[in-house]
């Protein structure tokens, strides 16, 4: 009996009470929740970071990897990108090529050698029969055209790091000048200034909401998408004793004109539109600027003043250039009688975001 008495109070040691059971698995439900609010907020944190890195690289891809590099898009296409479909996260397929949605990427659009016939190598009005132009400044040729990815994306959609659309920022002009908007649904070929994640809940929110639901904004920058080229025009003095190059004035040489052929491949792809020719004037001090070919010269060339902003007949400055490489060619001439015929030798340039200068030498007689 005493035996029996003991094992029989040993089991009823060993047991938990009711009130015990309750409160061990009170203890276990709370610690739980502890834990999945902790895993919650890692997973907040990994997304918010793919959000700026995704960010980042579009702004790469554009503004450039640091100041004073060009973006590769900007130097290859020769402008800011534009909504290349209207489909949910392909917007800026430009940037990545989706494959089943993106169609305006075809042949014409791909990195190739393009070319500008100067017309009947006639520049600024002059006489073509008046001069001897090379073959080299009769067409000129240049590689420019699409050589992506430049958003490392393995699908054929786009989103932020919390798998929401992104927001695309446009204006009523396609210029920095127009009236912005943002907007989840932008218009076929609008040109892109910036896109924005509204963060976890998708919702536009202040600076006031928690830091998983503020929006995040990617905005282009203007100086780093846009170029200012000055050009130097240099004859060589043969008076002078040694003989030196000096600058260009109205005594020598009162019609000059500079020409900068730069990339520019259209949203819609068109073929024609590979390379424009951005052509500065200076006629006995009347300045005029034009682009051709003319039709949807698109950015940042809309941003080109005109006139030119010549000093004398020696300097001439060109500004909303996008970065880049480039080609120059200057030549001109004296009076009516198209006296003291020189040109330069067809120059390459890759400008950088900013002020660049460039010199080029009156050595070739047309």
Not at 300 to 324: C, D, F, I, K, M
Request: aromatic share 10%; hydrophobic share 40%.
């Amino acid at each position: 009996m005493k035996t029996e008495t003991t094992e029989r109070r040993c089991d009823r040691g060993q047991a938990m009470t009711l009130v015990e059971l309750v409160v061990t698995l009170s203890i276990l439900v709370a610690l739980t929740s502890v834990a999945i609010v902790s895993l919650d907020g890692l997973g907040d944190d990994s997304r918010y970071a793919e959000t700026r890195s995704r960010g980042g690289m579009v702004l790469e891809a554009v503004n450039g990897s640091s100041p004073g590099v060009a973006g590769a898009f900007v130097a290859d296409m020769g402008r800011l990108p534009a909504v290349a479909a209207t489909a949910r996260g392909a917007e800026l397929a430009e940037l990545f090529y989706s494959s089943d949605v993106f169609s305006a990427i075809d042949a014409s659009e791909l990195r190739r050698v393009a070319w500008f016939d100067n017309p009947n190598t006639d520049w600024g009005g002059a006489s073509s029969s008046t001069f001897n132009f090379s073959s080299a400044t009769r067409r000129v040729e240049l590689p420019c055209g699409w050589r992506g990815p430049y958003v490392p994306v393995h699908s054929d959609t786009f989103s932020d790091g919390w798998g929401g659309d992104w927001e695309i920022k446009t204006t009523d002009n396609d210029t920095w000048a127009g009236s912005v908007s943002w907007t989840g649904s932008p218009a076929l070929s609008k040109t892109i200034f910036g896109i924005r994640s509204l963060g976890k809940n998708g919702q536009t929110d202040g600076a006031g909401a928690k830091w998983e639901n503020r929006d995040m904004a990617f905005e282009f920058e203007r100086g780093a998408v846009s170029a200012e080229l000055t050009i130097i025009i240099e004859r060589l003095d043969s008076s002078a004793s040694p003989s030196a190059y000096v600058p260009v004035d109205s005594s020598f040489m009162d019609h000059v004109r500079a020409a900068v052929f730069a990339p520019y491949v259209t949203p819609d792809g068109d073929s024609s539109d590979n390379l424009k020719r951005i052509l500065a004037v200076n006629d006995v001090g009347s300045a005029s600027l034009s682009v051709s070919p003319s039709a949807d010269p698109g950015f940042p060339h809309a941003e080109l003043s005109t006139p030119a902003l010549w000093s004398g007949y020696h300097s001439v400055t060109l500004r909303g250039l996008a970065p880049g490489p480039k080609k120059i060619y200057v030549y001109g001439f004296l009076g009516t009688s198209a006296a003291n015929k020189y040109g330069s030798r067809l120059i390459d340039v890759d400008l950088k975001p900013g002020a660049n200068l460039a010199t080029v030498y009156l050595v070739e007689a047309l």
